[in-house]
């Protein structure tokens, strides 16, 4: 079989074969199959796009390219349940919710990827804790959820290598949007890690991969429906990504940010909503409560008791990190050399924001990829970011860029500024939930 033939095949817009499907996991796991000949079936797959056949089966072979954990020998009191984001600017929600799940009973196995595009990466962020092991070996991982009832960490070698390496290379090949490759990525790395539930937040807006609520449905079914053939339940959620998420975008930032959240310092509202809708949601689908009132409250309470920052310790710890990191978070995390503000050109109200330009401004800072292999500053990003609908002037700034040098600033400065609507009016209110969406 030659990988010309199956590119060829896409790019007229047929139908792959399964044979043909599998012979691509093979050769992306096996690295047998060169990047630009990947890169070119992406980009095919993105404009001819696949069946719910084609995407099920790349689904299924990716998920079985490498070790498909099991976690019914290790006697855990509860389900085991996750989260999954589609990527967004400001997104910290993963060091929320996973402590918060488990201190009400989940055991959640995170394994999360790098930043993808304009959005962050859970494993870029929680790398910038010192001593963290993001990469443990299976032994640990499943140690640190036995004893801690979570783990967040990053894709491994072992656990669906096959789409780890056609991650990468979608993210800098412009084939990231694609909904069949979203789909099979997403549900490959879960359906190998052995869940028994999965929560989808699905993000919309100018900084989401959907940009429309029509495309951000599409995706939520996507993904039920090809997990339901898994036999793996969930639930999606479709939330607000026209703007950052949290007051903070960066990967030391919104670990810090984090932190302030699960001590119960200040929980900035939007992404309360988000964390408390989504963790809830994650006691329902998991069977632990029926009620969401009473999970919702369930979830407030990990929170406000102190529990969900012990869990989030405790997790740092076992993975290697500082004892108390929850504790002394600042003197742990990397600082940037440049804090410097940028203020809106006229005072006036913010009236809307172009998060996908936000999150380019955090690659052009060095907290992002432009090409494969890069090595991220962590500490660059930006904080006191303002929320929409906040009256901004010379005292109230758009938010305070963390920089490297005083170059790299000055070109972040400008892209905030272009990405920012300023108004004498202050706009209406938007949703930050939307909808929530489950198996028919």
């Known amino acids: 079989m030659l990988v010309t033939d199956i590119i060829r095949r896409k790019r007229d817009g047929e139908e792959l074969t399964p044979e043909e499907i599998s012979f691509f996991v093979q050769g992306l796991a096996d690295d047998s199959i060169p990047a630009e000949q990947v890169s ?37 009191g509860g389900p085991v349940v996750d989260k999954h984001s589609t990527g967004g600017v400001g997104d910290k929600v993963s060091f929320l919710l996973a402590p918060i799940a488990a201190a009400c009973g989940c055991y959640v196995p995170m394994i999360s990827g790098r930043g993808l595009g304009h959005t962050g990466g859970t494993t870029d962020k929680v790398e910038s804790i010192p001593g963290y092991n993001a990469t443990p070996d299976f032994s640990l991982f499943r ?13 491994t070698e072992d656990l669906a290598p096959a789409d780890r390496r056609l991650y990468a290379i979608r993210d800098v090949t412009a084939t990231v949007e694609s909904i069949p490759l979203i789909t099979a990525s997403i549900l490959s790395k879960k359906i190998a890690a052995g869940l028994d539930a999965l929560v989808m937040d699905i993000k919309y807006g100018s ?67 988000v964390v408390m809708a989504l963790s809830a949601e994650m006691l329902i689908v998991s069977g632990l409560e029926s009620d969401r009132s009473v999970a919702r409250q369930r979830t ?5 008791s102190g529990k969900a920052a012990e869990v989030f310790n405790r997790m740092v710890h076992g993975l290697g990190g500082p004892t108390d990191f929850v504790a002394t978070y600042e003197e742990h995390l990397p600082q940037a050399k440049i ?40 500490s660059v990003g930006l904080s006191d970011v303002a ?12 938010a305070v860029i963390h920089a490297s040098s005083g170059d790299s600033a000055k070109r972040a400065a400008i892209m905030i500024r272009d990405a920012c609507e300023i108004s004498d009016l202050s706009p209406e209110e938007r949703p930050v939930v939307y909808e929530t969406i489950k198996a028919e």
């Not at 796009?49 to 689904?59: C, F, K």
């Not at 407030?300 to 406000?304: G, I, W």
């Not at 809106?344 to 052009?364: M, Q, V």
């Not at 929320?387 to 758009?398: F, S, T």
């Open 387 to 398: 929320a929409v609908g906040e009256h901004v002037d010379n005292e109230r700034p758009l």
């Open 339 to 378: 804090k410097v503000p940028v203020f809106a050109e006229s005072a006036g109200y913010l009236a809307e924001t172009n998060a996908f330009r936000i999150g380019n401004a955090i690659i052009e800072l060095g907290g992002g990829r432009r090409k494969l292999g890069d090595v991220l500053d962590l």
């Open 40 to 76: 070119a079936l992406a980009m095919a797959i993105f404009f001819n796009s696949m069946t719910p056949a084609e995407a099920g089966r790349l689904t299924m072979d990716m998920s079985t390219s490498g070790t498909v954990l099991e976690w019914q020998d290790e006697g855990l």
């Open 300 to 304: 407030d309470d990990a929170v406000t």
């Open 143 to 155: 140690k640190v959820v036995r004893e801690t009832g979570c783990a967040i960490i990053g894709q």
């Open 207 to 273: 900084g989401a991969f959907m940009p429309s609520m029509e495309k951000a449905r599409e995706l939520a079914h996507s993904i039920i429906s090809t997990a339901a053939a898994a036999n793996l339940k969930t639930h999606a959620l479709i939330t607000d990504m026209n703007e950052c998420l949290g007051f903070t975008a960066g990967n030391a930032l919104e670990i810090a940010e984090s932190i302030e959240f699960l001590r119960n310092d200040y929980r900035e509202p939007r992404l309360d909503e």
